[in-house]
C-alpha cells in the first residue's frame, strides 16, 4: 500500500478533471507527462510537482494562474507573453472557448506545443497554415487569422534585424501580395 501525501493541489487538480471529465490520458498528454504521473498526482501517491514548467502546462490547461498551486515558485526571469499570444487568448475568451476544448481539436501529438505556445514557452508558429488550423479551432474568420499571421511576420522580421519602418515600402509589398494570396483561397 503507497502512503498519502496530502496536497490541495492535488485536489484542485483531481477537481479539474472530474468537472471537465477530461480523461487523464489525454491531460497528460496536453502537459507533457506519463499518464502514471498524473494518477500518482492524484492519488496523492507522490508529491505534487514542483517544476516550474509543469506546473506552468496544468495551470495553462486548468485556465488558472500557476500561482494558485502552492508548489508553484515565480521564475527569476520573467515570462514574456507576446503580442500574438495574447490575441489568440483574447479570441478564446471572446468565443467562449475553453482552452480544454481547443486543445481538442489538434492531434494529441501536437497538443503540448499549443500549450507551451499558450504559456509564452513557445512562439507562435509563422507558417500561414499553422495558424489558420489555430483560429480554425478558434472560429476566427479569414481576416482576423491573417492579421494575426501579419504581426507575427512583422515580429519574425523584426527579430531577425530587419527594420521594418525604413523597409516599410517592401513589406506592405510583400504582406499585400500574401493578402491577395490567403484570403481569396
Known amino acids: 500500500m503507497k ?56 495551470a495553462t490547461v486548468m485556465e488558472v494562474e500557476p500561482e ?3 508548489e508553484y515558485r515565480l521564475p527569476q526571469e520573467p515570462i514574456l507573453i507576446d503580442e500574438t499570444v495574447s490575441k489568440i487568448k483574447s479570441a478564446l475568451k471572446s468565443k467562449k472557448m475553453k482552452v480544454v476544448d481547443f486543445l481538442k481539436a ?20 509563422v507558417d500561414y497554415n499553422e495558424l489558420k488550423f489555430m483560429g480554425d479551432a478558434i472560429g476566427l474568420d479569414k481576416e482576423e487569422i491573417f492579421n494575426i499571421w501579419e504581426n507575427r511576420f512583422k515580429q519574425v522580421l523584426e527579430t531577425g534585424g530587419m527594420n521594418v519602418y525604413s523597409n516599410s515600402a517592401l513589406i506592405d509589398k510583400m504582406i499585400d501580395c500574401a493578402k491577395k494570396h490567403t484570403l481569396t483561397k
Open 3 to 58: 502512503a498519502t501525501i496530502s496536497t490541495k493541489s492535488s485536489k484542485k487538480l483531481a477537481d479539474f478533471l472530474e468537472k471537465t471529465n477530461l480523461h487523464k490520458k489525454d491531460f497528460a498528454q496536453m502537459i507533457g507527462v506519463t499518464l502514471s504521473y498524473v494518477y500518482n498526482l492524484i492519488d496523492n501517491t507522490i508529491p505534487f510537482s514542483t517544476r516550474g514548467t509543469t506546473l506552468e502546462r496544468i
Open 68 to 70: 494558485v498551486f502552492e
Open 106 to 125: 489538434f492531434p494529441r501529438n501536437k497538443r503540448l506545443d499549443i500549450v507551451d505556445i499558450l504559456r509564452g514557452a513557445l512562439p507562435v508558429p
